[in-house]
């Protein structure tokens, strides 16, 4: 199935994550009413240290990104923004008590001031890549009226 110029998805697609969506959401208010309030977890210092690993590689992904201008700035500042908000809902609410003070303020003046940092970072990249189409497009208009040459001998068809 083709789709139309300018859309880069079938109007299936967002029926399906909307599906998705519903299902997931149900999910987890099951989740919400049966799971314990505590549980032990195998690998859990793995789980952290990869996390905050992998969230270290998308920061540096994204600064790569920036300073070369790349149009790639857009998908790594989204998602390193994604994960600093994952890390900071699970610091804060796998806190201990005594540790909570910590988490809020690591998380209020730490991660969410640098995920909103890479949101506005991803909206940047993404206006200038949208004007960057809307020139090229442009020149090439540009360039294919200034391709027809019009003489006494050949006139348009």
């Known amino acids: 199935m083709r789709t139309r110029p300018g859309r880069w998805a079938g109007p299936w697609v967002g029926d399906a994550l909307i599906a998705l969506a ?3 959401g149900l999910w987890s208010l099951w989740l919400a009413a049966t799971l314990p309030r505590r549980a032990a977890a195998y690998h859990w210092d793995v789980a952290w240290a990869g996390f905050d690993l992998l969230l270290a590689v998308a ?12 149009p790639s700035a857009l998908t790594f500042a989204g998602i390193a923004a994604g994960m600093l ?6 610091d804060v609410l796998t806190s201990s008590p005594q540790g909570r003070a910590i988490a809020v303020v690591e998380a209020l003046c730490i991660e969410l001031p640098l995920a909103a940092a890479c949101i506005w970072l ?3 990249a993404g206006r200038t890549l949208k004007r960057g ?8 208009r540009l360039r294919e009226a200034r391709s027809i040459r019009v003489s006494r001998d050949r006139p348009l068809p």
Do not use: E
């Open 59 to 70: 920061l540096a992904l994204t600064a790569v990104a920036v300073r070369r201008r790349s």
């Open 133 to 140: 189409s809307r020139l090229a497009a442009s020149a090439k």
């Open 22 to 24: 519903l299902i997931l």
């Open 122 to 124: 991803a909206h940047r």
């Open 85 to 90: 908000i994952c890390d900071a809902w699970f």
